[in-house]
């Protein structure tokens, strides 16, 4: 969806290596999503954010959503193979209807 | 197991042929979103139902219909296939008040239904 923007595409990083994804709209938004997805499979729900400020953490992956409520980024601590598939951001931009980003694909290198 | 069964995971059909898609919500959700998902495309929205009523559309196409039963699963039926109609297509749920999700669950998704039209 080209509301909300994603980057980068695609990431390769070392394992061990810190990373960050951004996801970005015009709008402000009501509620941020963040999910990642194994290829061809389901979405797993990461975390939501609703609050602007606000910064939640799971394990080594932490998303923040800035005071606009417009950016949001994701970063992954000491990246792990485990870590790799594709984040896609998804955001309440209407109230009920969840739209997403492109997603960004992460291959971790051992 | 997310809670969200979506039957089939794969189908093979021909172009002109109808499908029929079905998903089962996680418990004591009541609202059920459908999307698409292709390479070109990415993740689309397509339809959402909350308590068997339709709430929100997308970008669905006129050959493409969905409803919501009284015991709360969904089918999306696709009819007059064509080849472009082939892609990963997901359900989700969500529990809340009048379909908006609850913080601590956002949206739960099924593990998809691969559609290939040949």
């Known amino acids: 969806s080209q509301e909300l923007e994603q980057s980068p595409q695609s990431l390769i990083v070392q394992e061990g290596k810190n990373l960050t994804i951004n996801c970005t709209s015009s709008?402000?938004?009501?509620?941020l999503y963040w999910y990642k997805q194994k290829y061809g499979e389901g979405l797993i729900f990461l975390m939501m954010?609703?609050?602007?400020?606000e910064e939640k953490s799971h394990e080594k992956i932490t998303a923040k959503l800035d005071e606009k409520k417009q950016q949001s980024s994701l970063h992954i601590t000491a990246s792990q193979p485990s870590h790799a598939g594709i984040y896609l951001c998804?955001?309440?931009?209407?109230?009920?209807?969840?739209?997403f980003g492109a997603g960004t694909i992460l291959r971790v290198k051992s | 197991d997310s809670g969200v069964t979506q039957t089939p995971k794969h189908l093979i059909t021909a172009t002109g042929q109808r499908v029929t898609l079905r998903c089962s919500p996680r418990?004591?959700?009541?609202?059920v979103y459908w999307y698409q998902q292709s390479l070109d495309q990415g993740l689309q929205f397509l339809i959402q139902?909350?308590?068997?009523?339709?709430?929100a559309k997308g970008n669905i196409l006129e050959r493409f219909s969905a409803q919501q039963f009284p015991d709360l699963h969904s089918e999306l039926n696709l009819s007059s296939l064509e080849l472009g109609d082939s892609a990963l297509y997901f359900c989700?749920?969500?529990?809340?008040?009048?379909?908006?999700?609850?913080?601590?669950?956002?949206?739960?998704f099924g593990s998809g239904t691969r559609l290939t039209v040949v």
């Open positions: 998804g955001a309440d931009m209407y109230g009920n209807k969840l739209v």
């Open positions: 418990s004591g959700d009541l609202s």
């Open positions: 954010l609703q609050k602007g400020g």
């Open positions: 709008k402000t938004l009501y509620g």
């Open positions: 139902y909350y308590n068997g009523e339709e709430r």
């Open positions: 989700a749920s969500s529990a809340g008040v009048q379909g908006f999700p609850l913080t601590n669950y956002g949206y739960t």
